[in-house]
């Protein structure tokens, strides 16, 4: 399938910090899944199984999304004045009740929800595995085949309930073995490392408040033995700080340095709360953050020195955050909301459209190790693309296409493609039902909520 898209405004992104080549009205040539050809003007061999006349629209990358919880599409709307940890108290007793099905639904409306904001690699962690509740994880993976979006599904896990010091109740957590065995099950059921893969695997003890450092530890040596990477949440609130300080007496990321936790194998989750010398730390080790901007907001955390771990080295990317902390659980908006947080610390000039972007795109392809694959519309890389519509009221006369993008309303898709495949047209989406994956969400919440 040769696809040949025209006559659009394209933003590469293929520089780094916010730059990247682009074109007022260029070509991307499409074929059997791969970038064949971007640049200025026509497209320089016009064969095409298909050709899309792209006139007002500005194609950018896929974008990609670093961090989810895709089962938290069922308990949207709660808790909705808390902060982390009284809004984990309340909700852990309500996802003890989910199982594979409640999680399918959850999944595909999850999935189907970034899609339509410009999403063509998701990472999902899922990190409660109720005894009772059937292949939770498993689920997850055939709802983004169904979707048809890629997926690094980080398999979780939690071993410390209440009665070893943590958060959870025991009602909710694994035995060590347990995770460690459930973990490399996933790893060796889903993980395809070859290129261009759509599953990817990765290792993601829960956090330091819910999970042992044994299991830290370990956990860390099975995604190295298996040769994957390995997801946490790290550094998200100050309340988290102090209790890391009282019980061990160091930082998050001192305790994450100590368990083998920082590499540029990892990617953490949120990383707020970091001093100097963390930043200096993670820039070293070419550790990621996946920088959640909405979730943070809405839980009050703190605001990510984004700018700093970038100018340290450290890859970041965008992530959504489970959508019991952003009902929105689209990833569009996160580049406007990521750009304006960061204005707020250090004002207007401190981040661009084009960062926010580059978040979206680059930033986040090498929080998940795919840079050589995804992030940027280069020849010889996958075709994920998302080409936006600007013609309508909402961005008529916006004379830069990515302020357009970034600043104005997240406009509607032409086209979304996932290696080549066409999942959102016309900015409906083409893989599945959403009136039935609506039906389903609807369902599986109430169904969650009476459990509970
Ligand atoms: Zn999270």
């Known amino acids: 399938m040769r696809i040949v898209i025209e006559n659009a405004a394209i933003a590469t992104v293929d520089g780094d910090e916010g730059a990247g080549t682009e074109y007022t009205r260029g070509h991307v040539v499409v074929d059997d899944g791969v970038i064949e050809a971007v640049g200025e003007g026509p497209a320089p061999d016009g064969q095409a199984d298909r050709r899309v006349d792209a006139t007002g629209c500005l194609v950018t990358p896929g974008f990609v999304n670093t961090h989810h919880h895709l089962y938290q599409w069922a308990t949207r709307g709660?808790?909705?004045?808390?902060?982390?940890?009284?809004?984990?108290?309340a909700l852990y007793p309500v996802w003890a009740g989910i199982d594979e099905t409640i999680v399918h639904a959850a999944a595909v409306a999850g999935l189907t929800r970034l899609a339509r904001t410009g999403c063509t690699t998701a990472a999902d962690h899922h990190y409660v595995i109720p005894r009772d509740g059937g292949d939770t994880f498993g689920a997850t993976?055939?709802?983004?085949?169904?979707?048809?979006?890629?997926?690094?599904?980080?398999?979780?896990?939690?071993?410390?309930g209440e009665s070893q010091g943590g958060l959870p109740p025991d009602s909710i957590v694994e035995t060590m073995d347990g995770a460690l065995t459930g973990t490399a099950e996933a790893i060796d059921t889903f993980h395809d490392p070859s290129p261009g893969s759509f599953t990817r695997i990765a290792v993601g003890p829960c956090s330091p408040f819910s999970v042992s450092t044994d299991l830290m530890r370990t956990a860390a040596e099975l995604a190295r033995d298996k040769g994957v990477r390995l997801h946490t949440h790290l550094a998200e609130t100050l309340d988290e700080e102090r209790q890391?300080?009282?019980?061990?007496?160091?930082?998050?990321?001192?305790?994450?340095?100590?368990?083998?936790?920082?590499?540029?194998?990892?990617?953490?989750a949120h990383g707020i709360h970091f001093s100097d010398g963390a930043v200096a730390r993670l820039g070293a080790t070419g550790t990621g953050v996946a920088h959640c901007p909405t979730s943070n907001s809405r839980l009050g955390a703190?605001?990510?020195?984004?700018r700093d771990l970038v100018h340290a080295g450290a890859p970041v990317g965008l992530g959504v955050d489970g959508a019991a902390s952003n009902e929105d659980g689209g990833l569009g908006v996160e580049l406007r909301q990521a750009v304006y947080l960061a204005r707020q610390v250090k004002g207007p000039h401190s981040a661009t459209a084009r960062d926010g972007l580059w978040l979206a795109t680059r930033g986040g392809a090498r929080c998940l190790g795919r840079e050589a694959e995804i992030g940027s519309l280069e020849a010889g890389k996958q075709a994920d693309l998302a080409v936006w519509r600007l013609t309508g009221m909402n961005h008529a006369g916006i004379a830069d296409p990515v302020a357009a993008l970034v600043f104005g309303a997240l406009p509607p898709l032409?086209?979304?493609?996932?290696?080549?495949?066409?999942?959102?047209?016309?900015?409906e989406i083409r893989t599945v039902s959403e009136a039935d994956a609506a039906a389903a969400l609807g369902a599986a919440s109430r169904a969650l909520a009476e459990k509970s």
Request: hydrophobic share 45%; net charge negative; charged share 25%.
């Open 78 to 89: 709660y808790a909705q004045e808390a902060t982390l940890f009284e809004w984990l108290t």
């Open 414 to 427: 032409a086209l979304l493609l996932a290696g080549g495949n066409v999942i959102v047209e016309d900015d």
């Open 244 to 268: 890391c300080l009282d019980e061990f007496g160091c930082t998050p990321a001192e305790l994450a340095d100590d368990l083998g936790w920082l590499g540029d194998d990892v990617w953490l």
């Open 302 to 306: 703190g605001i990510a020195r984004v």
């Open 141 to 160: 993976v055939e709802a983004a085949r169904r979707v048809g979006i890629r997926l690094h599904g980080v398999r979780g896990s939690m071993d410390r």
